[in-house]
């Protein structure tokens, strides 16, 4: 089957990529909006895209041509929390992807602890064991229906202890949920580790005379 991108509506797109890129990694982002309601919602299109400094990007969509809470707050207050989404989250995660009214912050409706962050306004989810603290770096507004690709740059990684062995995390024990498409979600599933990919050199004598 081919299918050109040209005849595809955005629906139709859309559906095809939530189903070719996955799995997804879940941002479960906080932030504070008017009057200091504080936000929560969960948006898989989300990598990190640099190290040095460290930054990730999530891409927030449109609602009916209108900016979701997560981007308004983000590009009002420059600030966002992204809270890693482990297995047993995947409940009130989900549930905060529901269209709250305004004014009816996502952790106080569904009484979720939250904890100050170091550097930036917006708190942190108790519940989530690693929090990425992040300053606003970069907003690129993208396609014809204008998604914001929100970049941050991480300045604080509260990581829980467990979680973390000689600089490197546990990912066995982070246990992290994934997204596939539409109300699908995955654990991690097993883990394969492969031999260098150098090997593939020596077994092919690349590069010997
Ligand atoms: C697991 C999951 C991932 C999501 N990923 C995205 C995403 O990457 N981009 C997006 O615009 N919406 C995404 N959504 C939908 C938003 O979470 C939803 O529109 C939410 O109401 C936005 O909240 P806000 O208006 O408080 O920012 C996702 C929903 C779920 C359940």
Redesign the pocket.
């Known amino acids: 089957m081919e299918i050109s991108a040209a005849g595809l509506d955005a629906g139709a797109a859309y559906k095809l990529l939530v189903g070719i890129v996955v799995p997804?990694p879940?941002a479960w982002?906080t932030?504070v909006g008017d009057g200091g309601v504080v936000?929560?919602?969960?948006?898989?299109?989300?990598t990190f895209v640099s190290n040095h400094p460290p930054m990730v990007a999530?891409?927030?969509?449109?609602?009916e041509g209108a900016l979701?809470?997560?981007?308004r707050?983000i590009a009002a207050g420059g600030g966002f929390v992204v809270n890693v989404v482990t297995e047993e989250l995947a409940g009130p995660?989900?549930e905060?992807?529901?269209?709250?009214p305004a004014g009816l912050g996502?952790p106080a409706a569904l009484g979720l602890e939250l904890l100050p962050s170091k550097f930036i306004k917006s708190p942190r989810l108790a519940c989530s064991p690693i929090n990425l603290e992040c300053m606003l770096h970069q907003i690129i507004e993208l396609g014809e229906l204008k998604?914001q690709l929100v970049v941050g740059e991480i300045v604080m990684f509260h990581i829980r202890d467990d979680l973390l062995d000689n600089g490197k995390i546990e990912t066995r024990r982070l246990r992290p949920l994934a997204?596939l498409g539409g109300?699908n979600?995955a654990p991690l599933g097993d883990i394969m580790t492969m031999p260098p990919a150098e090997e593939a050199l020596r077994r092919l004598r690349v590069g010997e005379d």
């Open positions: 997804r879940i982002v932030t936000n929560a919602a969960p948006f898989s299109c989300y999530v891409n927030c969509g449109r609602r979701k809470d997560t981007a707050n995660m989900h905060t992807s529901a269209e709250f996502e998604s997204r109300r979600y």
